[in-house]
């Protein structure tokens, strides 16, 4: 019995879509899902029950910050992270590994893992495949992730190589040191950069692995949206078909939209929640900056055509207000519409691709959103 289940539902008729169910230890996730992230076990300002009234199925959580703070053995002590933060439904941690390279600097990479100083203290730190894991195991996440460089870009591509044939080593340590696979779903990670025969190089060493379930890294790293959509377009069909495929750190309403097309199921991205602390909104009419001055004495809602907490009770006059003022309550209430934006968003993506009638919703949505087609 391994800790996961993925059942493929249907394939979209005209796209590369795909609608999936998937089973885990705390319960079921309708793919393709959008998964807001709460990096220091929060989504910030949000509250389970809001996350719930959100309809969120699954948050993320991540290695490294938890490491450091509280420390990976006192959330272990309190029964692990679903206990430590009241969320009973499930979760996915990443490694750790795009965290030390995004966070710290004086970092230096071995083939025993990466050595660097922590961001907070300065004191140097250590993390191996076998640290991140023992850290992962310890958090209790449903769905965990390697211990993988995302390699920056540009790089040489003599660089890439190299890197991701570590980053099959490690994926290899890995499983040696993970200790509930029945409990805890690993997943691979394929890199290469954005070199196709890299990326598929990547995508055989990781196959023979035969994870439970994989992820596509290394992109959306500053590349042209174009680069990142073709990257993308050769990497899904050499994912297997019956496996969820998992894309990191991606992304706004359109790349969701490109990632769904083109047969991804998972996503994730801090966007909703980092855009709502400084009062930007997504919204069905495109974005709306609600602390500029031209929403002073708008009553209306957020968006006229939203159903959340936010959007059912307050004006974006009030709105503005309270995040010109540094109210924590303005940033509650934005982050809780931009959460529930993507997450309705892509319920009802899944209705399109039930329905085979994904490329007329995305047209609808780009046309109403503002993004040229
Ligand atoms: N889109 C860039 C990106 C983002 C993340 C972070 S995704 C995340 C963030 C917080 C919590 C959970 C997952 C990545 N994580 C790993 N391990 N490898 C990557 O190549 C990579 C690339
Ligand atoms: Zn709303």
New binding site residues.
Partial sequence: MTAIRFELLKTEKHTGARRGRLHTPHGVIETPIFMP?G?LATVKTLSPEELKEIGAQII???TYHLWLRPGHDIVKEAGGLHKFMNWDRPI????G??QVFSLSDLRKITEEGVQFRNHLSGEKLFLSPEKAIEIENDLGADII?AF?E?PPYPADRQYLKDSLERTTRWAKRCIAAHQRPDEQALFG?I?GGMDKELRRQSAEELLELDFPGYAV?????GEPKEIMNEVLEFTTPLMPKNKPRYL???GSPDDLFEGVIRGIDMF?CVLPTRIARNGTCMTSVGKVVVRNATYARDFGPLDPNCDCYTCKNYSRAYIRHLIKCDEVFGIRLTSIHNVHFLVTMMENIRKAIDEDRLLEYKHAFYESYGYNM
């Fill in positions: 992230v990096t993320l959580s991540n996915l941690t990443d490694s590994g795009f992730m993988d995302c990670i890199q890294g290394g992109l959306s790293v990191m750190g991606v994730d």
